[in-house]
């Protein structure tokens, strides 16, 4: 996936960085079973090694609880693209601290117990940010990031993977109806509406 070649090309964009008072945002942007999560981390880890402080933010960890995001009477791509995520309170807690504090007071959402709690993070101001998820690039957020990734999978290889890893919703015809029916025309939307992919200072080509 290009990991050397992203590296460098972080580390030049920091160290050219216009605003050094604050950490430098990164956003790694893609669809459903692209491969973001891994190619974060392994992104993160070649920074470390190049001895650079790193914070991951897995927007997933900061979706609302689900009676805010099912049978709200909406259909249910419109409740994944727009309900999913407090799309105000990521501004507001997550975006405008990194831009003007190195604190942040973020709510986290535990599955288990359907319910969100808020945890303070430290941030570095001499450090580099990743923010990995979906969506990134609305128009909501995307002027908060210094650099966005894309990363891009062919959707045959996103969709063999999410059906086979989502067993936490159900049998094989339940995954497939509910990607069907919510998470696959979100993507659809984003991709029509904002066309990430054309729009992201760096694509990778994943498979």
């Known amino acids: 996936m290009c990991i050397k070649e992203t590296t460098a090309m972080l580390n030049d964009q920091f160290l050219n960085r216009s605003n050094k008072d604050r950490a430098f945002i990164v956003g790694v942007d893609g669809l459903g079973g692209a491969g973001k999560t891994t190619f974060s981390k392994k992104v993160a880890r070649a920074l470390i090694e190049a001895d650079y402080n790193v914070t991951i933010f897995h927007l997933d960890d900061?979706?609302?609880?689900?009676?805010?995001?099912?049978?709200?009477?909406?259909?249910?791509?419109?409740?994944?693209y727009y309900l999913q995520w407090d799309i105000k309170r990521i501004i507001t807690n997550l975006l405008e601290p990194l831009h003007n504090c190195h604190q942040t007071l973020l709510p986290f959402y535990d599955k288990s117990t359907d319910s969100i709690s808020t945890k303070r993070i430290d941030i570095l101001?001499?450090?580099?940010?990743?923010?990995?998820?979906?969506?990134?690039?609305?128009?909501?957020?995307?002027?908060?990031?210094?650099?966005?990734?894309?990363?891009?999978?062919?959707?045959?290889?996103?969709?063999?993977?999410?059906?086979?890893?989502?067993?936490?919703?159900?049998?094989?015809?339940?995954?497939?109806?509910?990607?069907?029916?919510?998470?696959?025309?979100?993507?659809?939307?984003?991709?029509?509406?904002?066309?990430?992919?054309?729009?992201?200072?760096?694509?990778?080509?994943?498979?």
């Open 62 to 80: 900061h979706i609302v609880e689900m009676s805010k995001r099912y049978q709200t009477g909406h259909e249910e791509w419109y409740e994944y």
């Open 125 to 207: 101001a001499n450090s580099i940010v990743i923010i990995e998820g979906i969506f990134l690039q609305r128009k909501e957020w995307k002027s908060f990031f210094d650099f966005i990734v894309f990363v891009d999978c062919p959707f045959e290889v996103r969709r063999q993977r999410v059906l086979y890893r989502d067993s936490y919703i159900g049998d094989i015809q339940v995954r497939l109806k509910k990607y069907t029916e919510r998470y696959w025309v979100g993507e659809r939307h984003y991709i029509r509406t904002v066309k990430p992919a054309t729009i992201a200072d760096l694509v990778i080509r994943a498979n």
